[in-house]
């Protein structure tokens, strides 16, 4: 039976129109440092066009002044390290954040786990 849902799910599914819509551009602020090694290359090699996103990469000197051009509103994205991060909230700021854990010693930490905020 659930078989004949999936398949019949499927079919419906497949025989609606595409709706092809055109990316957003989004700016993706990088500082000039290691935290953002991980997005130069997903830039370089094109992988967030393969995802069907529309991502520039502007570059700046610090993690501190890729972050003020995205409370700023000049970037959508943007890679650095923690210290910045929690400066912009004790000041009020609301940013939402992407983390993966590393280095916790308990078992029963997020060690490992993508978490969000």
Known sequence: MRMIIELLLSIFLTSLPAVAEEPQHL???????ETAAVAFIA?????????GLDVEGKMF???REALQALLAGQAQLQSVSETPIVHAIIQGNKVATVARSRGTRKRSSSRGKITAS
């Open 27 to 33: 700016v993706y602020a990088l500082p000039m440092t």
């Open 61 to 63: 000197s610090s993690g």
């Open 43 to 51: 830039l370089d090699k094109g992988f967030f066009k393969e995802e």
